[in-house]
């Protein structure tokens, strides 16, 4: 599921059609911190930086850290699909390839095709890993607000 700032984009029957549903917010206003949807890893750098070390799900968070937890949390999950998505075409790419009588591939392109699946391999891990923990933290806090 692809989230924008509008919520959560869900595939319906039928290649590439998407339909928008609402988002549930931890408050009614938009994300503040959920900014250049198309730019995951980066903005998920910079509120990694900004957030504080001890958000967890383990202790008390404020709103806005909680803003900053869904926000990371939506773009670990985009950065998923994207590569998700990626990986799916090089393999359909290199299944042609392997497949066609008239196309080689040098040793290098499939050297580096591998290279590039290994590195997203592992930022998927790191995206999973990330997002699971910013959601919890974030499900902890409308927990702890309901109370």
């Known amino acids: 599921m692809m989230y924008t ?10 290649i590439g059609t998407t339909k928008q549903t609402p988002l549930v917010a931890l408050t009614p206003k938009i994300n503040p911190h959920f900014r250049n949807i198309s730019r995951a890893p980066y903005e998920i750098g910079f509120l990694l930086k900004g957030i504080n070390d001890s958000v967890s799900s383990y202790a008390p968070i404020t709103d806005d850290e909680a803003l900053q937890a869904e926000a990371i949390a939506k773009h670990a999950e985009n950065e998923l699909d994207v590569i998700s998505r990626g990986l799916e075409a090089i393999g359909e790419m290199v299944s042609i390839a392997a497949c066609s009588l008239n196309t080689t591939l040098e040793g290098g392109t499939v050297s580096a095709i591998g290279e ?32």
């Open 5 to 14: 700032n509008l919520g959560p984009k869900k595939k319906e029957s039928g």
């Open 116 to 147: 590039i699946i290994r590195h997203l391999t592992v930022e998927c891990q790191l995206m999973r890993d990330i997002g699971d923990l910013m959601t919890d933290a974030v499900a902890e806090h409308k927990k702890r607000r309901a109370q």
